[in-house]
DNA sequence: GATGAATGAGTATTCATTCAT
DNA sequence: CATGAATGAATACTCATTCAT
């Protein structure tokens, strides 16, 4: 097995075992066990149980910067959509890698300031993203003007629940509706006959 | 001193810990020096450490509660007036407590299955208390019909995410107009000239 | 037990271990055993393994620089006689101290490079020492003129060998006769007829 | 490359990581990243750590013994002419091979209860060519009657501790000067006006 | 012969909890 | 009630050695 593999087999396992016992109950024991590879293995492909953690981490944010496209004004996609299709691979994303999903909502924080401060971070540039998404939105008259930086965070908190509520078990096949109820809520709200 | 104040000695000298070095990284030690008291005495007021986080995070679900007032159609006050001044206690309960509101939204996770439990249920009362505040605006005309154990959800995460982030160091005073930001989006969206 | 006893305790049980099995064949298990106290009450008390070492080796180095008096010109003793009596405190310290003894000459070696400098700088003091009385026999007319760093180490050697090699099981009682035969080396030379 | 180099290749740069770090701080992998051999390659060519210092430590001894020379009273040469370039030679191996030196002299104890006995066993050896060789003066009027197991072992511990001292870098050109005034000291003792 | 990925036995240290005083 | 010395289960990590290629 070439060694790009059995990282991943490490890996892999490893996001099964943290996603059900959370990190600090996973020993390296679990895990080792769950790749089926010996202990010394381990720590030729990781230089700590931390250090796997934070890998299975940036694997998550990579993927997920991946699917998070900027709206392009010129193209021929209406901003809305784009945006719709942004969420939509989002959540698509968080649903195919339901386990690292869990890592990242659930367990990655309180590991270490460190990873703490990683974790800020990667929402941090989210929520700029947002916000500069809602800037666009403002610029061609689409989107009225708000204070975009609460508006930017709350959008992401409204994320991430939906995500850590019906990201683990809900089918695939719901999430177009679950985005196009989210959206119609956040464009346009929730009082009667506007 | 007596029995209750000791107690209540330790939880706050707790709370501190907790909230500066998380849960799994604050020993038995911290808590009780920083309390100023000896080991024995500690397990004479709570079971574990594992018993005294839960006591904490008890508390601010009680004080949460406390604040979160169900709407009475039938008061004087408008529902949307009574919607945003439970919103305003729960800012105000947040920054008050920002300790507690660090232990729960960022260490609370992933000690342990049961607590976790404890945590969605909690949650799962907000989001129902959301729902139900939604089915009354419904009612009454004033909330569009919308898919609402998604939409509460989804308000709930928005609310978290706006106190996670500007929760622990925002001066209270700006807190009116943040909750004022948030319902404006909440109840008209962004789509421009509605 | 109080405090200061149960740190001797450790250290007499540890020494004991470390002269039998050196310091890197023993465990801390076999120490905690001997000292027959929990693996948690060692930590109690030391660091670290290294930790108790080093205490250990300190002890000796005490116990050593106590019996070595500086040669007293001025005294009604005579110098070669407080020389004499230097010696026999030497040899009596470290047959009494048979596991201390074996501990620095023979394991303190190579555990850290820390160490080992802690060990240079004792001899270096002790030759330091040699140098000085050397110098004190030479002003009083007793010695002659000789290269003194050089003899001074010579004769540490020649006492940390005799000590090596008779130091740990000859009857005390030879010890008298030992140094004199070592003095009368170190004085007269070996050249017959001089 | 024929196997005895390769075997050479290997010895030479294990001398260099042992002298430099210890024995017990030195891992394989030192050793082979030095050799620039791999890991395989190492055992193929020595049985273990162990056994691979062992064979350092054996031809440290068979040097110094290919460099004394016993006493020949039936030579031109006088015995103390004889006994000098004895030491001569002592010294300049040992200047010659620090490493090794420094392997014999300090990281060589206390690794192994074997190895402890294969290294009394060849002091012992020494201080017996010694006592033969003082025995031998002796025999010719040369030097005096004294108690010989304890002189030469005093004489062995005399030359280690100034090889320990000065023999790692002192200049080899002084070696000649430190021999006179360690064998004056011995023959003639220390004492003024004899 | 040479390689280096894989192995797993071995061990120091931490820290929540207990209990005799 | 209060104390804090004592306990020992739990666990991450190292590194000499093997063996399939």
Redesign the pocket.
């Known amino acids: 097995?070439d060694?790009e593999a059995?990282k991943e087999q490490i890996l892999e396992a490893a996001a099964g075992v943290f996603a059900g016992r959370g990190y600090h109950r996973t020993?390296?024991?679990d895990i080792i066990i769950a790749a089926g590879?010996?202990?010394?293995?381990f720590?030729?492909y990781f230089e700590?149980?931390?250090g796997l953690f934070e890998a299975l981490v940036e694997r998550m944010f990579t993927k997920l910067q991946a699917v998070i496209l900027p709206i392009d004004v010129s193209s021929q996609v209406p901003p809305a959509e784009q945006l719709r299709e942004n969420l939509l691979r989002v959540f698509s994303v968080m649903y195919r890698e339901r386990e690292l999903n869990r890592i990242l909502l659930h367990e990655a924080v309180g590991i270490d300031p460190e990873l703490d401060e990683r974790l800020s971070a990667f929402y941090e540039a989210v929520a700029r993203f947002l916000d500069e998404s809602l800037e666009t939105g403002e610029r061609i008259g689409f989107l009225r003007v708000v204070d975009r930086p609460i508006i930017a965070r709350a959008i992401m908190g409204l994320v991430k629940e939906t995500v850590r509520d019906r990201g683990l078990d809900a089918p695939e096949l719901d999430t177009a509706a679950l985005v196009d109820t989210l959206l119609d809520f956040v464009l346009r709200g929730l009082v009667a006959g506007a």
């Open positions: 097995m060694a059995r020993r390296v024991s590879v010996a202990r010394g293995t720590y030729l700590s149980k931390r």
